[in-house]
């Protein structure tokens, strides 16, 4: 809570360095840092694993077409007076299925598959915060050394005007 106060805070300080305020400087890095990309694919993969999961609740249809020609040399064939058997197979079903009762497995994957999703979830709000602390840290420093900078400079063409 004490980053996100510190990340608002010099949020609405908004000074321009280099033409690019604070908040532009922290909206860039949150969007492009590859950590934070990464952890963004992590928690949209949780994501999709919980949904599939939550598919186990809900009927299936499987229809399967099969066929080919099939060649049979075995002993039933033989003793049927035939040493080469050839047949023709063909095959066609359409499957209705739905999950009456499974010993509470579905509800527990999709549980556990919810906790992963939210974890996932957390350590990308992690990584931000921290992405988004470095950044600021980062341009507060630059702002520093700019000012120091600006400040020798002047102090510089005092003493250049007092010594001419």
């Given at each position: 809570m004490?980053?996100?106060?510190?990340?608002?805070?010099?949020?609405?300080?908004?000074v321009?360095?280099?033409g690019?305020?604070?908040?532009?400087?922290?909206?860039?890095?949150?969007?492009?840092?590859?950590e934070?990309?990464?952890?963004?694919?992590?928690?949209?993969?949780?994501?999709e694993?919980?949904?599939?999961?939550?598919?186990?609740?809900?009927?299936?249809?499987?229809?399967?077409?099969?066929?080919?020609?099939e060649?049979?040399?075995?002993?039933?064939?033989?003793?049927?007076?035939?040493?080469?058997?050839?047949?023709?197979?063909?095959?066609?079903?359409?499957?209705?299925?739905?999950?009456?009762?499974?010993?509470?497995?579905?509800?527990?994957?999709?549980?556990?598959?919810?906790?992963?999703?939210?974890?996932?979830?957390?350590?990308?709000?992690?990584?931000?915060?921290?992405?988004?602390?470095?950044?600021?840290?980062?341009?507060?420093?630059?702002?520093?050394r700019?000012?120091?900078?600006?400040r020798?400079n002047?102090?510089?063409?005092?003493?250049?005007?007092?010594?001419?």
């Open positions: 004490e980053r996100w106060a510190i990340m608002c805070a010099a949020a609405f300080l908004a321009n360095a280099n690019q305020s604070l908040t532009e400087a922290v909206a860039t890095t949150l969007r492009t840092n590859p934070i990309l990464a952890s963004r694919y992590s928690a949209s993969a949780a994501e694993l919980h949904k599939q999961a939550r598919g186990a609740y809900f009927p299936s249809i499987d229809l399967v077409l099969a066929g080919g020609d060649n049979s040399n075995n002993t039933t064939a033989r003793a049927a007076g035939s040493s080469d058997l050839s047949l023709t197979r063909e095959e066609k079903s359409i499957r209705l299925t739905q999950l009456l009762y499974d010993g509470f497995s579905t509800s527990s994957f999709v549980k556990q598959q919810s906790a992963l999703s939210e974890a996932a979830i957390a350590r990308l709000v992690s990584t931000q915060e921290n992405t988004g602390l470095a950044s600021i840290q980062v341009y507060l420093e630059v702002l520093r700019d000012r120091k900078s600006t020798l002047s102090s510089h063409q005092i003493i250049s005007y007092a010594v001419f």
